[in-house]
């Protein structure tokens, strides 16, 4: 079953709530595919898929691509995780 472990939401303050989209992409740090990572109409989650087997040290860059309703960019923000696994079993 996936563990969630990281989420990002897209906000706006309340007297600019204009209608905006947006785009997740995880950039780097999944090459042996240890994470997914699914994404709603304004927030996203980085999701543990498999066990993995420590110790083991991973760097996971997404992406949050902002874009109004005529498809313009507004914003692209950048969140860097780091993920630490521990040699010994909970």
Not at 16 to 22: G, L, S
Not at 29 to 38: Q, S, T
Not at 59 to 65: A, D, E, W
Not at 67 to 81: G, I, Q, T
Request: hydrophobic residues 45%.
């Amino acid at each position: 079953m996936p563990m969630v472990l990281s989420r990002i939401q897209a906000v706006t303050p309340i007297n600019n709530a204009r209608k905006f989209t947006v785009r997740f992409d995880m950039m780097c740090g999944n090459d042996d595919h240890y994470f997914d990572f699914i994404q709603g109409r304004k927030i996203g989650a980085l999701r543990l898929i498999r066990p993995v087997i420590g110790p083991r040290t991973f760097q996971v860059k997404l992406q949050m691509v902002v874009l109004d309703s005529k498809r313009y960019l507004l914003a692209v923000h950048w969140a860097f995780v780091h993920i630490d696994v521990s040699p010994q079993s909970y």
